[in-house]
Protein backbone atom coordinates (compact mmCIF):
# COMPACT_ATOMS: atom_id res chain seq x y z
CA UNK A 1 0.00 0.00 0.00
CA UNK A 2 1.55 3.44 -1.04
CA UNK A 3 2.02 6.02 1.92
CA UNK A 4 1.62 9.27 1.95
CA UNK A 5 3.59 11.22 -1.49
CA UNK A 6 4.71 14.42 -1.61
CA UNK A 7 5.54 16.31 -4.70
CA UNK A 8 8.19 18.14 -5.17
CA UNK A 9 10.95 17.43 -2.56
CA UNK A 10 12.92 20.21 -3.05
CA UNK A 11 12.55 23.69 -4.46
CA UNK A 12 13.98 26.80 -4.39
CA UNK A 13 12.23 29.85 -4.80
CA UNK A 14 12.97 33.31 -4.91
CA UNK A 15 11.22 35.67 -2.18
CA UNK A 16 8.60 37.24 -3.83
CA UNK A 17 7.28 33.91 -5.79
CA UNK A 18 4.46 32.01 -5.18
CA UNK A 19 4.53 27.96 -4.89
CA UNK A 20 2.37 25.12 -4.72
CA UNK A 21 3.16 21.81 -3.36
CA UNK A 22 1.17 18.70 -3.78
CA UNK A 23 0.35 15.81 -1.59
CA UNK A 24 -1.34 12.31 -2.13
CA UNK A 25 -2.88 10.90 0.37
CA UNK A 26 -3.02 7.08 1.65
CA UNK A 27 -5.66 5.23 -0.80
CA UNK A 28 -9.05 5.58 1.36
CA UNK A 29 -8.05 8.07 3.31
CA UNK A 30 -9.99 11.31 3.48
CA UNK A 31 -9.04 13.66 5.78
CA UNK A 32 -5.29 15.71 4.41
CA UNK A 33 -3.54 18.00 7.07
CA UNK A 34 -0.43 20.01 6.54
CA UNK A 35 2.74 21.11 8.73
CA UNK A 36 5.31 23.30 8.61
CA UNK A 37 8.52 22.48 10.39
CA UNK A 38 11.58 24.72 10.82
CA UNK A 39 14.13 24.51 13.34
CA UNK A 40 13.16 27.27 15.50
CA UNK A 41 9.36 26.79 15.80
CA UNK A 42 9.77 23.31 15.00
CA UNK A 43 6.41 20.94 13.63
CA UNK A 44 4.01 23.42 13.63
CA UNK A 45 -0.01 22.86 11.95
CA UNK A 46 -1.47 24.33 9.36
CA UNK A 47 -4.96 23.74 8.49
CA UNK A 48 -6.39 20.06 7.71
CA UNK A 49 -8.95 19.22 4.96
CA UNK A 50 -11.67 16.59 5.70
CA UNK A 51 -13.81 15.72 2.02
CA UNK A 52 -12.87 18.81 0.36
CA UNK A 53 -13.54 21.08 3.28
CA UNK A 54 -11.23 22.92 5.46
CA UNK A 55 -12.31 21.83 9.47
CA UNK A 56 -9.09 23.71 10.82
CA UNK A 57 -6.68 26.01 10.66
CA UNK A 58 -3.59 27.00 12.37
CA UNK A 59 -2.06 30.23 12.68
CA UNK A 60 -0.64 31.42 9.83
CA UNK A 61 -1.41 34.49 7.88
CA UNK A 62 -3.74 34.34 4.88
CA UNK A 63 -0.42 33.77 2.14
CA UNK A 64 -1.07 30.07 3.07
CA UNK A 65 -3.96 28.52 1.34
CA UNK A 66 -4.79 25.15 0.77
CA UNK A 67 -7.33 22.97 -0.70
CA UNK A 68 -8.56 19.46 -1.05
CA UNK A 69 -9.55 17.93 -4.19
CA UNK A 70 -12.77 15.27 -4.69
CA UNK A 71 -10.22 12.35 -4.71
CA UNK A 72 -8.80 13.08 -1.54
CA UNK A 73 -5.63 14.79 -2.85
CA UNK A 74 -4.37 18.08 -1.53
CA UNK A 75 -2.64 20.96 -2.94
CA UNK A 76 -1.22 23.77 -0.31
CA UNK A 77 -0.21 27.20 -1.42
CA UNK A 78 2.15 29.64 -0.06
CA UNK A 79 1.85 33.61 -2.08
CA UNK A 80 4.34 36.08 -1.92
CA UNK A 81 7.03 33.90 -0.22
CA UNK A 82 9.18 35.50 2.35
CA UNK A 83 12.72 34.51 3.98
CA UNK A 84 11.13 32.55 7.09
CA UNK A 85 9.05 30.93 5.03
CA UNK A 86 11.91 28.24 4.03
CA UNK A 87 10.78 25.01 5.75
CA UNK A 88 9.82 21.50 5.42
CA UNK A 89 6.73 21.26 4.64
CA UNK A 90 4.84 17.87 6.36
CA UNK A 91 1.55 16.23 4.54
CA UNK A 92 -0.26 14.32 6.11
CA UNK A 93 -3.17 11.34 6.03
CA UNK A 94 -5.70 9.40 7.84
CA UNK A 95 -9.09 7.73 7.49
CA UNK A 96 -10.72 10.93 9.22
CA UNK A 97 -14.23 10.93 10.36
CA UNK A 98 -13.60 10.19 13.99
CA UNK A 99 -11.25 11.36 16.89
CA UNK A 100 -8.37 9.61 17.75
CA UNK A 101 -7.29 8.58 14.09
CA UNK A 102 -4.11 7.25 13.45
CA UNK A 103 -2.07 10.00 11.35
CA UNK A 104 0.41 8.99 8.48
CA UNK A 105 2.90 11.32 7.06
CA UNK A 106 5.00 11.81 3.49
CA UNK A 107 8.28 12.70 3.50
CA UNK A 108 7.99 16.49 2.96
CA UNK A 109 8.70 18.79 0.46
CA UNK A 110 12.12 20.65 1.76
CA UNK A 111 11.76 24.63 0.40
CA UNK A 112 14.06 27.39 0.76
CA UNK A 113 13.40 30.74 0.00
CA UNK A 114 16.47 33.11 -1.30
CA UNK B 1 -4.32 25.16 26.15
CA UNK B 2 -2.15 21.92 24.71
CA UNK B 3 1.38 21.51 25.25
CA UNK B 4 3.63 18.71 24.81
CA UNK B 5 7.13 19.12 26.47
CA UNK B 6 10.20 16.91 25.79
CA UNK B 7 12.60 18.32 28.36
CA UNK B 8 15.68 16.46 26.67
CA UNK B 9 16.85 18.14 23.09
CA UNK B 10 19.48 15.90 22.63
CA UNK B 11 20.54 12.34 24.00
CA UNK B 12 24.22 10.32 23.00
CA UNK B 13 24.38 6.50 24.16
CA UNK B 14 27.04 4.12 23.05
CA UNK B 15 25.32 1.07 20.80
CA UNK B 16 23.78 -1.44 23.42
CA UNK B 17 22.81 0.99 26.00
CA UNK B 18 19.17 1.56 26.96
CA UNK B 19 17.81 5.12 26.44
CA UNK B 20 14.33 6.47 27.72
CA UNK B 21 12.68 10.06 25.93
CA UNK B 22 10.77 11.91 28.47
CA UNK B 23 7.51 13.48 27.68
CA UNK B 24 5.23 15.80 29.56
CA UNK B 25 1.69 17.10 28.25
CA UNK B 26 -0.96 19.37 29.30
CA UNK B 27 -4.49 18.78 28.52
CA UNK B 28 -7.89 20.22 30.01
CA UNK B 29 -9.80 17.45 28.11
CA UNK B 30 -10.29 14.00 29.15
CA UNK B 31 -9.89 12.45 26.37
CA UNK B 32 -7.36 13.10 24.20
CA UNK B 33 -4.62 10.70 22.36
CA UNK B 34 -0.52 10.65 22.62
CA UNK B 35 1.66 9.51 19.91
CA UNK B 36 5.52 8.97 19.57
CA UNK B 37 6.57 9.92 15.87
CA UNK B 38 10.52 9.31 14.75
CA UNK B 39 12.13 11.01 11.84
CA UNK B 40 15.26 10.08 10.53
CA UNK B 41 17.35 12.53 8.08
CA UNK B 42 14.98 12.09 5.24
CA UNK B 43 12.80 13.86 6.94
CA UNK B 44 9.34 11.82 6.85
CA UNK B 45 7.88 11.60 10.12
CA UNK B 46 7.82 7.73 10.75
CA UNK B 47 4.62 6.90 13.52
CA UNK B 48 5.36 4.97 16.04
CA UNK B 49 2.65 4.23 18.71
CA UNK B 50 -0.76 5.79 19.18
CA UNK B 51 -2.38 5.56 22.94
CA UNK B 52 -5.83 6.86 24.03
CA UNK B 53 -6.32 8.38 27.70
CA UNK B 54 -8.64 5.69 28.74
CA UNK B 55 -5.95 3.17 28.02
CA UNK B 56 -2.79 3.30 30.80
CA UNK B 57 -1.38 -0.19 29.71
CA UNK B 58 1.97 0.38 29.15
CA UNK B 59 3.09 -1.60 26.25
CA UNK B 60 5.62 -3.38 24.61
CA UNK B 61 6.71 -3.44 21.01
CA UNK B 62 10.24 -5.39 20.44
CA UNK B 63 13.21 -3.04 21.59
CA UNK B 64 10.74 -0.34 21.65
CA UNK B 65 8.57 0.18 25.37
CA UNK B 66 6.03 2.73 26.32
CA UNK B 67 5.42 4.20 30.08
CA UNK B 68 1.65 6.12 30.14
CA UNK B 69 1.05 7.40 33.38
CA UNK B 70 -1.99 9.93 33.85
CA UNK B 71 -1.14 10.86 36.99
CA UNK B 72 1.80 12.69 35.69
CA UNK B 73 1.18 13.51 32.43
CA UNK B 74 4.11 11.34 31.17
CA UNK B 75 4.32 9.18 28.35
CA UNK B 76 8.13 7.91 28.26
CA UNK B 77 9.72 6.12 25.67
CA UNK B 78 12.16 3.53 25.58
CA UNK B 79 14.48 1.89 23.52
CA UNK B 80 16.31 -1.31 25.06
CA UNK B 81 19.39 -2.50 23.18
CA UNK B 82 19.83 0.44 21.33
CA UNK B 83 21.11 0.33 17.58
CA UNK B 84 22.87 2.90 15.38
CA UNK B 85 20.04 2.51 13.54
CA UNK B 86 17.54 4.11 15.91
CA UNK B 87 19.68 7.48 15.91
CA UNK B 88 16.41 10.40 14.47
CA UNK B 89 14.78 12.87 16.03
CA UNK B 90 11.69 11.39 18.12
CA UNK B 91 8.76 13.65 18.88
CA UNK B 92 5.68 13.19 21.10
CA UNK B 93 2.76 14.57 19.79
CA UNK B 94 -0.79 14.99 21.49
CA UNK B 95 -4.30 15.06 19.76
CA UNK B 96 -7.54 15.99 21.26
CA UNK B 97 -10.58 14.46 20.90
CA UNK B 98 -11.99 16.25 17.95
CA UNK B 99 -12.81 15.38 14.54
CA UNK B 100 -9.96 17.08 12.85
CA UNK B 101 -6.47 15.73 12.98
CA UNK B 102 -5.14 18.50 14.74
CA UNK B 103 -1.65 17.37 16.24
CA UNK B 104 0.23 19.22 18.72
CA UNK B 105 4.28 18.39 18.76
CA UNK B 106 6.87 18.63 21.30
CA UNK B 107 10.32 19.68 20.12
CA UNK B 108 11.50 17.01 19.37
CA UNK B 109 14.40 15.14 21.19
CA UNK B 110 17.94 13.84 18.74
CA UNK B 111 18.83 10.73 19.73
CA UNK B 112 22.60 9.78 18.47
CA UNK B 113 23.27 5.91 19.25
CA UNK B 114 27.15 6.07 19.06
CA UNK B 115 28.62 2.75 17.27
Known amino acids: KAGVTQTPRYLIKTRGQQVTLSCSPISGHRSVSWYQQTPGQGLQFLFE???????NKGNFPGRFSGRQFSNSRSEMNVSTLELGDSALYLC?????????????FGEGSWLTVV | AQKVTQAQTEISVVEKEDVTLDCVYE???????LFWYKQPPSGELVFLIR??????QNEISGRYSWNFQKSTSSFNFTITASQVVDSAVYFC????????????FGKGTRLHILP
Open chain 2, 93 to 104: ALSEALLDDKII
Open chain 1, 49 to 55: YFSETQR
Open chain 2, 51 to 56: RNSFDE
Open chain 2, 27 to 33: TRDTTYY
Open chain 1, 92 to 104: ASSLGGYSGNTIY
